[in-house]
C-alpha cells in the first residue's frame, strides 16, 4: 500500500505550527508574566512568528499544502531578524550600529541560561526550526 506525499505534509506542517505556538506563547510569557518589555527586535521578529500561528493551523484545518513558499518567506525575514538579534547581542563589536537608540537596547540579555541561550537565540531557533519543517513538505 502507497501512501501519497500529502499525507505525510500534514506532519510537517503540525510540527511548524507546534513550535511557532510556543514561540507565540514564550514571548508572551516573558513579556506578559515575566514582565520583561519586549526591543524593537523583538517586536519585528513578533510580527513574523504571530502570523504563523494562524496561517498554518488555517493550512492544516483545510489540508492545504500550497502555501509553503509564503510560510518560508515570512519565516526567513524573521529569522533574518534572529540572527542579527543574536550577532548584536554576543559580537561586541556590533553594539556600534544597534538599531535600538530609545527604549530598551537590544543588546541586552534577559534570558541568558548556559551561557549562550538568549531570548533572540530561542527565536532563532523557532524560525529554523520551521523553515527545516516546511522545507521538507513535498508537492
Not at 505550527?17 to 514561540?23: F, H, L, R
Not at 508572551?28 to 518589555?37: A, D, G
Not at 538568549?118 to 527545516?132: E, G, H, N, Y
Request: glycine share 4%.
Amino acid at each position: 500500500m502507497r501512501t501519497s506525499n500529502s499525507n505525510y505534509n500534514v506532519y510537517f506542517y503540525a510540527a511548524a505550527w507546534m513550535v511557532a505556538i510556543t514561540a507565540t506563547l514564550g514571548s508572551l510569557f516573558y513579556s506578559e508574566v515575566m514582565n520583561f518589555i519586549p526591543c524593537s527586535l523583538c517586536w519585528y521578529q513578533r510580527i513574523f512568528m504571530y502570523p504563523l500561528v494562524l496561517i498554518l493551523g488555517i493550512a492544516i484545518y483545510h489540508n492545504e499544502y500550497s502555501i509553503k513558499k509564503y510560510i518560508l518567506a515570512v519565516s526567513f525575514i524573521g529569522w533574518l531578524i534572529a540572527l542579527y538579534h543574536v550577532l548584536l547581542q554576543k559580537i561586541p563589536a556590533m553594539k556600534a550600529i544597534e538599531p535600538c537608540k530609545q527604549g530598551v537596547p537590544c543588546s541586552v540579555d534577559y534570558v541568558n541560561y548556559l551561557g549562550f541561550i538568549t531570548i533572540p537565540m530561542m527565536s532563532l531557533t523557532a524560525f529554523t526550526l520551521i523553515i527545516i519543517s516546511i522545507w521538507l513538505v513535498k508537492k
